[in-house]
């Protein structure tokens, strides 16, 4: 899907026959070896997605459209495509047929063919391969005319410029991937997508190679493409041993162009937490750490993964030199379940009481010279919270707990709550809802979950243990419906999932990237405590069971805090948990706010940097 070169790279490197060089325009272009073919037929939307995801430093992206030329044969055929502003209608599955129906219009060229410049480039990246380096990245005019007439009713008016790089797979050529955009790129500009076509060149041979020899899982495969850091060069791979890990952990080295730094990337280690259930940690290790002896340990919260935490840690591992561990609890991966399935759901309980002091033994024991820093967003803000709030009562009540229950005071240096709550008030413009907290509040907690199923046409606890993100929405809106045959006063405005996020400059890649990697299953029974908590006149969280009021504790939290809020949060409301947490009992208790939603707090770019240079400050100053 070419032209002709810019000017920069016009002349292309010629090797005479004579003598043992090989020019490339002898070069034969073999198809791919069948079993490749069929892998990368079930990963290739990956590659396509991952370029209109691109952005540059300031975040702008890099390319309106994507397409992916298979060698198919001896041909060179369009098999991918994707296009920037529709990412978002691609993962709820609504514009896959529009990608259909482009795919459908286009046209196999002859991999011998003169014009197809395409496989020009690659028999020159089979000469760069077999010489051990990686292929150039070529830049692109498409208004030329030289373009290749089976192409040429493809362009749209604003396909202008392009950029590409072969790629290969175990040193066998499998395509070319494109990226198109309206305007022409700066000398800048083109600098950054060099480094960045050649991480990718490098991911998609390391994932595809690593993953057709390990389990052949092309999920796992296109996800890790999808996620891969592309302002990073893998330099080294390693398979390595830690006590207490049945499996070797993966440990890549990085060399970032972004922070200018190395770096290593361990994943995952499995901590043991109790009935089989596990929880999963991903390390970033700066090549130097600064010093400070504090290890930050990242929570993620409702329905997320812990790669909703990876901008966060990666400014504050590479930028600022800490260690730093983001946590997946129980439910979050297949790694973190029972190897015989799931016969029920879990509750914050679990994670506070099991899977929160598992990780904090474990960390304790590799680190015994350094104090954890706990950073928990939403849910995962409550959970180091509680626990530190509520640890003598656990002692008291659980002496016999399986899950041995570290000091607080000992292990733990700091907390930073990030958009987090101490009980729950999602902003949903529902004045008649205190009446009927009113009501509920004379029901035991029983009760109230049987009223809240009874009155619901979508039971949660019917069908299976956990339910993704679309179900509960789906959920909360019949809950309203209902509701509001009980009470007229209730207004037709319900929390959606765009409150949800709430980041006002969002692009279609990542709403993409969220709702394919980073929105998972939730427990049923950690829903009915987020809903009891909402529906409770006496502003609280409680255990499932009802024993254990967490929000009354807080007033035992007497450890350093560091909360940021959401302006723009309708999730957590700041007059929801502002004068909650300025009353907490610490004598390090520091809040600050920014003009973002709940999850764009950790997704847009300036406010991340501006947020960590904040907690970096703050750590430097604890004992």
Request: net charge positive; hydrophobic share 40%.
């Given at each position: 899907?070419?032209?002709?070169?810019?000017?920069?790279?016009?002349?292309?490197?010629?090797?005479?026959?004579?003598?043992?060089?090989?020019?490339?325009?002898?070069?034969?272009?073999?198809p791919?070896?069948?079993?490749?073919?069929?892998?990368?037929e079930?990963?290739?939307?990956?590659?396509?997605?991952?370029?209109?995801?691109?952005?540059f430093?300031?975040?702008?992206?890099?390319?309106?459209?994507?397409?992916?030329e298979?060698?198919?044969?001896?041909?060179?055929?369009?098999?991918?495509?994707?296009?920037?502003?529709?990412?978002?209608?691609?993962?709820?599955?609504?514009?896959?047929?529009?990608?259909?129906?482009?795919?459908?219009?286009?046209?196999?060229?002859?991999?011998?063919?003169?014009?197809?410049?395409?496989?020009?480039?690659?028999?020159?990246?089979?000469?760069?391969?077999?010489?051990?380096?990686?292929?150039?990245?070529?830049?692109?005019?498409?208004?030329?005319?030289?373009?290749?007439?089976?192409?040429?009713?493809?362009?749209?008016?604003?396909?202008?410029?392009?950029?590409?790089?072969?790629?290969?797979?175990?040193?066998?050529?499998?395509?070319?991937?494109?990226?198109?955009?309206?305007d022409?790129?700066?000398?800048?500009?083109?600098?950054?997508?060099?480094?960045?076509?050649?991480?990718?060149?490098?991911?998609?041979?390391?994932?595809?190679?690593?993953?057709?020899?390990?389990?052949?899982?092309?999920?796992?495969?296109?996800?890790?493409?999808?996620?891969?850091?592309?302002?990073?060069?893998?330099?080294?791979?390693?398979?390595?041993?830690?006590?207490?890990?049945?499996?070797?952990?993966?440990?890549?080295?990085?060399?970032?162009?972004?922070?200018?730094?190395?770096?290593?990337?361990?994943?995952?280690?499995?901590?043991?937490?109790?009935?089989?259930?596990?929880?999963?940690?991903?390390?970033?290790?700066?090549?130097?750490?600064?010093?400070?002896?504090?290890?930050?340990?990242?929570?993620?919260?409702?329905f997320?993964?812990?790669?909703?935490?990876?901008?966060?840690?990666?400014?504050?591992?590479?930028?600022?030199g800490y260690?730093?561990?983001?946590?997946?609890?129980?439910?979050?991966?297949?790694?973190?379940?029972?190897?015989?399935?799931?016969?029920?759901?879990?509750?914050?309980?679990?994670?506070?009481?099991?899977?929160?002091?598992?990780?904090?033994?474990?960390?304790?024991?590799?680190?015994?010279?350094?104090?954890?820093?706990?950073?928990?967003?939403?849910?995962?803000?409550?959970?180091?919270?509680?626990y530190?709030?509520?640890?003598e009562?656990?002692?008291?009540?659980?002496?016999?707990?399986?899950?041995?229950?570290?000091?607080?005071?000992?292990?733990?240096?700091?907390?930073?709550?990030?958009?987090?709550?101490?009980?729950?008030?999602?902003?949903?413009?529902?004045?008649?809802?205190?009446?009927?907290?009113?009501?509920?509040?004379l029901?035991?907690?029983?009760?109230?979950?049987?009223?809240?199923?009874?009155?619901?046409?979508?039971?949660?606890?019917?069908?299976?243990?956990?339910?993704?993100?679309?179900?509960?929405?789906?959920?909360?809106?019949?809950?309203?419906?209902?509701?509001?045959?009980?009470?007229?006063?209730?207004?037709?405005?319900?929390?959606?999932?765009?409150?949800?996020?709430?980041?006002?400059?969002?692009?279609?890649?990542?709403?993409?990237?969220?709702?394919?990697?980073?929105?998972?299953?939730?427990?049923?029974?950690?829903?009915?405590?987020?809903?009891?908590?909402?529906?409770?006149?006496?502003?609280?969280?409680?255990?499932?069971?009802?024993?254990?009021?967490?929000?009354?504790?807080?007033?035992?939290?007497?450890?350093?805090?560091?909360?940021?809020?959401?302006?723009?949060?309708?999730?957590?409301?700041?007059?929801?948990?502002?004068?909650?947490?300025?009353?907490?009992?610490?004598?390090?208790?520091?809040?600050?706010?920014?003009?973002?939603g709940?999850?764009?707090?950790?997704?847009?770019?300036?406010?991340?940097?501006?947020?960590?240079s904040?907690?970096?400050?703050?750590?430097q100053?604890?004992?």
């Amino acid at each position: 899907m070419a032209g002709v070169l810019e000017k920069k790279n016009t002349s292309r490197k010629k090797r005479g026959k004579s003598g043992l060089n090989v020019a490339a325009d002898d070069i034969f272009i073999f198809p791919i070896p069948g079993t490749t073919y069929k892998f990368v037929e079930k990963v290739w939307s990956s590659f396509v997605n991952k370029f209109v995801a691109l952005t540059f430093t300031n975040n702008q992206p890099v390319f309106n459209y994507a397409v992916f030329e298979a060698i198919q044969d001896k041909n060179l055929k369009i098999v991918a495509s994707a296009t920037h502003f529709k990412m978002k209608e691609i993962a709820t599955r609504i514009g896959l047929k529009d990608i259909q129906e482009f795919i459908n219009r286009t046209l196999p060229v002859s991999i011998q063919d003169q014009d197809n410049l395409s496989a020009n480039f690659i028999r020159e990246a089979i000469i760069s391969v077999e010489t051990k380096k990686r292929p150039e990245v070529v830049f692109s005019s498409l208004k030329d005319d030289k373009i290749h007439p089976n192409l040429r009713h493809l362009l749209s008016g604003t396909m202008n410029y392009a950029a590409g790089i072969p790629l290969f797979v175990k040193g066998n050529p499998i395509g070319m991937i494109w990226g198109i955009r309206r305007d022409r790129m700066t000398d800048e500009q083109r600098e950054e997508v060099r480094e960045q076509l050649s991480s990718f060149y490098d991911v998609v041979d390391f994932v595809v190679a690593r993953e057709m020899d390990n389990k052949a899982d092309p999920y796992i495969a296109k996800k890790n493409i999808e996620k891969a850091d592309l302002h990073s060069y893998a330099k080294h791979l390693y398979y390595t041993r830690t006590g207490g890990q049945q499996h070797p952990v993966t440990s890549i080295i990085f060399d970032c162009h972004t922070y200018d730094c190395s770096y290593r990337l361990d994943a995952s280690y499995i901590i043991p937490s109790n009935n089989g259930f596990s929880v999963s940690l991903k390390r970033f290790e700066p090549e130097k750490t600064n010093g400070t002896g504090k290890i930050l340990l990242l929570i993620p919260g409702f329905f997320c993964r812990r790669s909703v935490m990876d901008k966060v840690a990666r400014e504050m591992a590479l930028k600022y030199g800490y260690r730093v561990f983001s946590m997946d609890m129980r439910g979050r991966s297949r790694q973190t379940l029972p190897y015989n399935g799931i016969k029920e759901g879990w509750t914050i309980d679990d994670f506070i009481q099991e899977d929160f002091p598992a990780v904090l033994n474990w960390i304790r024991e590799s680190f015994p010279k350094e104090k954890i820093v706990v950073m928990g967003h939403s849910m995962g803000g409550m959970i180091p919270r509680y626990y530190v709030s509520a640890y003598e009562t656990f002692i008291a009540k659980y002496p016999q707990n399986k899950v041995p229950l570290p000091d607080p005071k000992e292990v733990i240096s700091g907390i930073i709550s990030v958009t987090s709550p101490n009980f729950v008030s999602v902003g949903t413009n529902i004045p008649g809802m205190s009446a009927l907290k009113t009501g509920l509040s004379l029901l035991p907690a029983k009760s109230i979950s049987d009223f809240l199923f009874d009155i619901t046409t979508f039971s949660l606890q019917s069908t299976l243990p956990t339910v993704d993100l679309n179900k509960f929405f789906k959920f909360l809106l019949g809950l309203h419906s209902s509701l509001r045959t009980v009470s007229f006063e209730l207004s037709t405005k319900v929390v959606n999932l765009r409150d949800f996020v709430g980041y006002r400059q969002i692009s279609p890649p990542e709403w993409y990237f969220l709702i394919e990697d980073i929105f998972c299953e939730e427990s049923t029974k950690v829903i009915l405590q987020f809903i009891r908590s909402q529906l409770s006149k006496d502003h609280a969280f409680f255990s499932f069971d009802g024993s254990i009021n967490y929000t009354e504790l807080q007033r035992n939290f007497q450890l350093p805090i560091y909360s940021v809020l959401g302006t723009l949060d309708k999730i957590v409301p700041v007059n929801s948990v502002e004068e909650e947490l300025r009353v907490l009992p610490s004598s390090n208790n520091q809040i600050v706010k920014f003009d973002q939603g709940h999850l764009g707090i950790l997704f847009h770019m300036p406010t991340v940097r501006e947020m960590c240079s904040g907690f970096h400050d703050w750590i430097q100053k604890l004992d």
